[in-house]
């Protein structure tokens, strides 16, 4: 399991994932806040960019933030 803080950018133009420092990422999203749509955008993101599935990436703090604490399940577990 790994606990990383993240950085989010809504209503981007381009979705991707940067890494400013270790354990440290910021990540744009095409969607809106609105109706929990960026949080699953977020998800979905950084399962595809950890390779893990998306019930293994959770927010654990900062739901309404925009600055959220990630938990990533490993898949070696």
Same mark, same amino acid.
């Given at each position: ?30 969607? #809106?806040? *609105? ?7 977020? =998800?979905?993101? %950084? !399962? ?12 654990? #703090?900062? *739901? ?7 938990? =990533?399940?490993? %898949? !070696?577990?």
């Amino acid at each position: 399991m790994m606990k990383i803080s993240v950085k989010v950018q809504t209503r981007a133009k381009v979705e991707k994932v940067e890494e400013l420092s270790p354990g440290s990422f910021k990540v744009w999203v095409h969607a #809106s806040p *609105a109706n929990n749509v960026a949080n699953k955008a977020v =998800i979905k993101i %950084l !399962a595809g960019h950890f390779d893990v599935a998306k019930s293994g990436v959770s927010i654990t #703090s900062g *739901a309404t933030s925009r600055n959220k604490i990630i938990t =990533i399940e490993s %898949l !070696a577990n």
